[in-house]
């Protein structure tokens, strides 16, 4: 069975610059989170699809960050405009249903440095 | 307050030591992982619980509902089991800060 694929696994861009991570998880599974793991910090969820649904986005900022689950498989997570306090590494997950009790299973991330 | 807390922050032990990590919630909880993140490294899920106890090679898993505890035993512990270790809590995904364990020879 294939993992949670995510893309690009590095970037670098300056502040104010705009950058889009993308996620394919693993067939099947109906729920896809993506989180932010700044350094030293557990992940922060940023928002949650079930199918092409959006689940919760509580702690998304939405003044500058966007996602999309159009089809219900694959994710989009943009950042426009880029802030400094926005590196960190975005991490993709999927499960089977979004209650919480199946098991989560995490891609590789991708991480986002700022200057 | 964290809805999801974990102590120790940070754990060094020797070789074969028995290690403990615990982590307390505050929220209602259709399930309990315990996650693992190599340094550099991607998380690794070791167990969803909900009730009880899990067993894994040389790791044990423990919740009590009750009490909104759960613990995380290794036995035997090995150098190779120096990581981080964090607890989440679904629906919400509500995620501890971690523990650092290191493990010396």
Redesign the interface.
Known sequence: EAGVAQSPRYKIIEKRQSVAFWCNPISGHATL?W?QQILG?????LI?FQNNGVV?DSQLPKDRFSAERLKGVDSTLKIQPAKLEDSAVY?C?SSLE????????????SRLTVL | KNE?EQSPQNLTAQEGEFITINCSYSVG???L?W?QQHPG?????LF?L?SGKKKHGRLIATINIQEKHSSLHITASHPRDSAVY?C???????????TRLTIIP
């Open positions: 989170y989180y910090q557990g992940p922060k969820l949650q919760d991490l997950a979004g209650t919480g009790a199946n098991v989560l299973t995490f891609g590789a991330g | 999801v909880i259709s399930a992982h996650l490294g991607g998380i690794v899920s969803m909900s964090i989440a809590v679904g629906p919400r995904s509500a995620f501890g800060t971690g």
